[in-house]
Nanobody, 115 residues
Framework: QVQLVESGGGLVQAGGSLRLSCAAS????????MGWYRQAPGKQRELVAI???????NYQDSVKGRFTISRGNTKNTVYLQMTSLKPEDTAVYYC?????????WGQGTQVTVSS
């Protein structure tokens, strides 16, 4: 079992920045990848960025060059640095961890970008 706790969401003006944090606890030794997803009202949840245990990263095209996913030194924390935010980035952002093929989710944190 893996527990995920997100923090760092909030309200920001377009062009601003936010950093989301996700702390994992529990059986973290077998986590294969961690990532961030988001879900806007009336839309499906979508992948934003992912980082594997080996450090490989992948991003949704719309956030490339603006968002950066990284891990903390202890590897049980993942961050999402978001810059040049746009109103269309407004969504609930969820931390995700995959452990031996089983996905785990955090409770979500709201990010609202005003125009």
């Amino acid at each position: 079992q893996v527990q995920l706790v997100e923090s760092g969401g909030g309200l920001v003006q377009a062009g601003g920045s936010l950093r989301l944090s996700c702390a994992a606890s529990g059986s973290i030794f077998s986590i294969n990848a961690m990532g961030w997803y988001r879900q806007a009202p009336g839309k499906q949840r979508e992948l934003v960025a992912i980082i594997t245990r080996g450090g490989c990263t992948n991003y949704q095209d719309s956030v490339k060059g603006r968002f950066t996913i990284s891990r903390g030194n202890t590897k049980n924390t993942v961050y999402l640095q978001m810059t040049s935010l746009k109103p269309e980035d407004t969504a609930v952002y969820y931390c995700n961890a995959v452990q031996t093929g089983v996905p785990y989710w955090g409770q979500g944190t709201q990010v609202t970008v005003s125009s």
